[in-house]
């Protein structure tokens, strides 16, 4: 019998679990479903456009694509074309992939002033994603304040304080990539509410920020202790011991050689955004880590800004009809199971968190329970992708198909200026007007 699976969203998770049911089986049939006209998720939306080398990890997801068992269904949206339970009907299985889009919000008084941004909106935005190709930043700021200790907040710092030169060499829009170079940001403060040992920095980005030409990383040499604290695990102890190292390594330079600073700033929680309309400063009050929490210290101090970005992690979109997990930011399921035929892999199952590769064991994990759930049937009576592609039809949807995507991608190569190793699309009307238009 042939087994019809389709996965909602085209990221890593959902290629990744794509690619294990492929293997586990001959006798299964896969649909991608994705809302934008574009394929890969975090690699395309999310991951830095200086980051090259971490989006090639496409072209295995693009292999996939190609196979005969799979199809790719762009520009679909799930609750707007077609319903989750309608899907339901029509697939035997479906596996929810849809990461976690949101911002986990900054909730201090002022956090809706212009000037704010969630990270989400921000990477989104210097990503090319269309969703926040319109965020227009004023970025005719001198100090930017990023809150959060992790990688995303790292990438930000990053790109406001790479040479115009490095950032030639990326695929940020023309848009984006004009703005930052125009910009007049000298100083750019990373604010942890925690210490530096307790920074979820990985160490190759960490160590990255010591190659950037144009800007010098500093930390205070006095909040860095001599060592790591003996209770940490052993994985988390070689990262800080590893980031310790490096930030050591930020006080060997001297600042005059550079025209930007990057300021690692810990023990520090945002309190309130100042300003009238638009952010002027921002107040942080200064903290202390007990067994692990940071909490406050009624001492406060001001640092005037004109653009502050909370870099404090995402949350998964509720879903209409599934629960919600409120405090993960995620839908409740047994490690990938959420029902008989419902999946999730990813960061919508388990949270925001780790690598790309993170989420190749959940697509491992969700052919397990398939199996399982699966053993007893001889004949699926599901239509599956026929079945979905009458009814898009019917409705008037034009899907998106892998080769259509492959002609908006050739269309983004040839337009990129050298060094520059595309220029995307940005906006998803412009998109269907170049495959109505020139399409093959
Ligand atoms: P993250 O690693 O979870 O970091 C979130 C940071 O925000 C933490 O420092 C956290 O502090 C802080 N935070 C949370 N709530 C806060 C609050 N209310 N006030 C002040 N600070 C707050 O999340 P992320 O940076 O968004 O990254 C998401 C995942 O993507 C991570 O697994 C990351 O490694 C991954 N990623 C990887 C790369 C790469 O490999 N190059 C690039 C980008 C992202 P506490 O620790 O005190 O909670």
Known sequence: MTL???????????????????????????????????????????????????KKVAKKFEKTALT?????????????????????????????????????????????????HGSAAFVGWYNGHPDFQDLEPDLNIETAVVIGNGNVALDIARLLSRSDIGRSKTDLPDYARH???????????????RGPTDAKFTNVELREMLD?????????????????????????????????????????????????????????????????????????????????????????FDVACGLVVAAIGYRADPIDGLPYDETRGIIPNDRGRIDHGLYAVGWIKRGPSGVISSSRPDGVEVVEHIAADFAGTDESAKPGRAGLSEMLDQRGVRPVSFEDWKDLEEAELARAAHPAPRQKFTDVDDMMDHLENHGS
Do not use: W
């Open 179 to 193: 703005a930052m170079d125009a910009s007049p940001v000298k100083d750019i403060y990373l604010f942890g509410r």
């Open 4 to 54: 019809s699976i389709a996965i909602i969203g085209s990221g890593p998770a959902g290629f990744y679990a794509a690619n294990a049911l492929l293997k586990c089986r001959d006798d299964i049939q896969v649909d991608i479903i994705e809302r934008l006209p574009t394929p890969y998720g975090l690699i395309r939306g999310g991951v830095a456009p200086d980051h090259q080398t971490t």
């Open 212 to 300: 950037l030409t144009e800007s010098i990383s500093m930390v205070d040499p006095d909040v860095l202790p001599d060592a790591v604290p003996d209770e940490m695990e052993d994985r988390a102890k070689r990262l800080a011991e590893k980031n310790l190292e490096t930030m050591r390594a930020f006080a060997n330079r001297d600042p005059k050689d550079f025209k930007k600073r990057v300021h690692f700033e810990f023990y520090a929680s945002p309190v309130e955004i100042l300003g009238d309309e638009k952010v002027t400063g921002i107040r942080m009050e200064r903290t202390q880590v007990i067994d692990g929490i940071a909490s406050g210290t009624g001492k406060y």
């Open 68 to 116: 005969e068992r799979v199809a790719f269904f762009g520009h679909v949206e799930i609750g707007t074309d077609i319903t989750l339970n309608e899907l339901r009907d029509v697939y035997d299985a479906v596996i929810l992939a849809v990461g976690a889009p949101a911002d986990r919000k900054l909730t201090i008084p002022g956090a809706d002033k212009k000037g704010v």
